[in-house]
């Protein structure tokens, strides 16, 4: 049983634009979510994150909402950049979690020059 | 530069025949994770150590063993790779239990023949 969805495998935005990536989980006791970013043979990389306190976090062009009653997170991208290119990991965690996070499958983020 | 580094980056191992894939870190955190992650899935958890704690988790296959001789190192031990064992195993570590954010390595790609 998938926690975190992630139902779009992949995105394609022109540069400059918004990418908009979204995240659907079913477990109300997240408390926590984070989204990753992971380029071709590398390891996923931190990319931002978001307390269940919050309905917004921001850094840069890289802004990430939470909206609780529909158990959906969304990372915005603006403006989008061709470096952006990547495929992108939401998760999720929670206090008494086993300290573990739940992660999505991944949607791959393709920016066009 | 402080990381998680992963070796070898790619393996191969007959079925059957035991292998072990290597971790290392140089960020001093206390908390290290084996995820298992096959072509578009998202990672799973195998299992974690804080210190030396080792947390396995309930659905992890009794084939899957892992090392922690000290901070720095982590060792999976497959002792009788199948063909289902086929993936990308990857390695990250968080500085606490409860900081959800994961500093992971790049992988190594295992491939069973």
């Known amino acids: 049983d998938q926690q975190v969805k992630q139902n779009s495998p992949s995105l394609s935005v022109q540069e400059g634009r918004i990418s908009i990536l979204n995240c659907d989980y079913t477990?109300?006791?997240?408390?926590?979510f984070l989204w990753y970013k992971k380029y071709p043979a590398e390891g996923p990389t931190f990319l931002i994150s978001?307390?269940?306190?919050?309905d917004k976090n921001e850094d840069g062009r890289f802004t990430v909402f939470l909206n609780k009653s529909a158990k959906h997170l969304s990372l915005h991208i603006v403006p989008s950049q061709p470096g952006d290119s990547a495929v992108y990991f939401c998760?999720?965690?929670?206090?008494?979690?086993?300290?573990?996070?739940?992660f999505g499958k991944g949607m791959k983020l393709t920016v066009n020059p | 530069d402080a990381m998680v580094i992963q070796n070898p980056r790619y393996q191969v191992t007959q079925f059957g025949k035991p292998v072990t894939l290597s971790c290392s870190q140089t960020?001093?955190?206390?908390?290290m994770y084996w995820y298992q992650q096959k072509s578009s899935q998202a990672p799973k958890l195998l299992f974690h150590?804080?210190?030396?704690?080792?947390?396995n988790e309930a659905d992890t296959p009794d084939n899957f063993q892992s090392r922690r001789p000290n901070t720095s190192f982590c060792f999976l031990d497959i002792r009788s790779p199948g063909l289902g064992d086929a993936a990308m195993y990857l390695c990250?570590?968080?500085?606490?239990?409860?900081?959800?954010?994961?500093?992971f390595g790049p992988g190594t790609r295992l491939t069973v023949t």
């Open positions: 990250a570590t968080s500085r606490a239990l409860l900081s959800y954010e994961q500093y």
């Open positions: 998760a999720a965690g929670y206090q008494g979690g086993s300290e573990k996070l739940v």
């Open positions: 978001i307390s269940s306190i919050k």
């Open positions: 150590y804080y210190d030396k704690d080792f947390n």
């Open positions: 477990n109300s006791m997240f408390d926590y």
């Open positions: 960020l001093n955190h206390n908390v």
